[in-house]
């Protein structure tokens, strides 16, 4: 579903959603170009469900599109700690950390994201904070 006009949420409308479709609405707010509402309803999921790495992803994704990074941050460590694996979590992070200029710390993860086969830009950012320091 593609939400072509601002939404209209409040807290009531909120908590009157199930979670599915508090998690699906999310994604259309997201996908729809309002990430602010997005992260306002992803909230309710990953409250009622805290090990939900979907949940946390797609929240990550919101707070970093709403350019609200130290949020984007914290949802994107938390899916790091369920998903450790992931490629794409700790490439995630390591971006968001780089848009705080931080990134050493964002490197970090780009290295790990690069060990486990992400794609050449996470080492090219290595490569760049490696060569800064150098």
């Known amino acids: 579903m593609t939400i072509y006009l601002t939404p209209n949420l409040s807290d009531e409308k909120i908590e009157s959603l199930d979670l599915f479709d508090a998690f699906r609405y999310g994604e259309d707010l997201l996908d729809s170009r309002f990430p602010r509402d997005a992260a306002r309803v992803l909230r309710k999921v990953v409250e009622a469900e805290p ?67 992400a794609s050449e830009r996470d080492a090219t950012r290595v490569e760049l904070v490696d060569r800064q320091a150098g």
Not at 65 to 82: S, W
Not at 101 to 107: I, P, T
């Open 51 to 117: 090990g939900n790495p979907a949940a946390w992803e797609l929240l990550g994704r919101a707070h970093f599109a709403a350019a609200h990074l130290p949020l984007a941050e914290e949802a994107f460590r938390t899916l790091v700690e369920l998903e450790p694996t992931s490629m794409w979590a700790q490439t995630a992070l390591g971006l968001t950390l780089d848009r705080q200029s931080r990134h050493s710390e964002g490197a970090v993860h780009h290295r790990v994201a690069a060990a486990m086969g």
